[in-house]
T-cell receptor, first 113, second 116 residues
Framework: DAKTTQPPSMDCAEGRAANLPCNHS???????VYWYRQIHSQGPQYIIH???NNETNEMASLIITEDRKSSTLILPHATLRDTAVYYC??????????????FGKGTKLSVKP | GAVVSQHPSWVICKSGTSVKIECRSL??????MFWYRQFPKQSLMLMAT?????????EQGVEKDKFLINHASLTLSTLTVTSAHPEDSSFYIC????????????FGDGTRLSIL
């Protein structure tokens, strides 16, 4: 599996956009980029995923570079409830045991008033 | 959206007892579910992959006789921690993958297990 690199921590002011970067320079052509977040003492929450194109949903936007070697998760208007550890994971879109996710250390996002 | 329910959310029990944790996919069928463990201030570590109708696949270093996994239906997987000891105290989390190419996994809220 491709390894990802994320900054260990980031701060963001409440109401501003939070831009979380992720490097995945060894990503393969059939690997998707998934983003999850984990709020303390809860299970990870799925945010968004993509293959090549930029994606947007009600939670966030995902910008993937043309060479697919990096991506950015954008929370357009961060709130205090967005404080969490954010994980960027790349994984093949296959079934069975090959579909498991490997979690790194993620980015601890702190949204401040 | 896809919902995964995990029960119980918190267990405290004496050393030597066995504890069963249930993981259910509420609005989709999951042929594959995953069990993770998370120690304080660490990331999630995959323990095993649960396959409906067949034996689970365990990660290296995880004792299959201690962590029994049963995936009897397309919506239910169970993890039983047998003869639990204090070192088994941890946060256990399950996930289920939505069928279809590229679809994400969805996670339960986790079970906090404390062995006294």
């Amino acid at each position: 599996d491709a390894k990802t690199t994320q900054p260990p921590s980031m701060d963001c002011a409440e109401g501003r956009a939070a831009n979380l970067p992720c490097n995945h320079s060894t990503i393969s052509g059939n690997e998707y980029v998934y983003w999850y977040r984990q709020i303390h003492s809860q299970g990870p929450q799925y945010i968004i995923h993509g293959l090549k194109n930029n994606e947007t949903n009600e939670m966030a936007s995902l910008i993937i570079t043309e060479d697919r070697k990096s991506s950015t998760l954008i929370l357009p208007h961060a709130t205090l409830r967005d404080t969490a550890v954010y994980y960027c994971i790349v994984r093949v879109a296959s079934g069975g045991s090959q579909g498991n996710l490997i979690f790194g250390k993620g980015t601890k996002l702190s949204v401040k008033p | 959206g896809a919902v995964v329910s995990q029960h119980p959310s918190w267990v405290i029990c004496k050393s030597g007892t066995s504890v069963k944790i249930e993981c259910r996919s509420l609005d989709f069928q999951a042929t594959t579910m995953f069990w993770y463990r998370q120690f304080p201030k660490q990331s999630l570590m995959l323990m095993a992959t649960s396959n409906e109708g067949s034996k689970a696949t365990y990660e290296q270093g995880v004792e299959k006789d201690k962590f029994l996994i049963n995936h009897a239906s397309l919506t239910l997987s169970t993890l039983t921690v047998t003869s639990a000891h204090p070192e088994d105290s941890s946060f256990y989390i399950c996930s289920a993958r939505v069928p279809g190419g590229g679809q994400p996994q969805h996670f339960g809220d986790g079970t906090r297990l404390s062995i006294l």
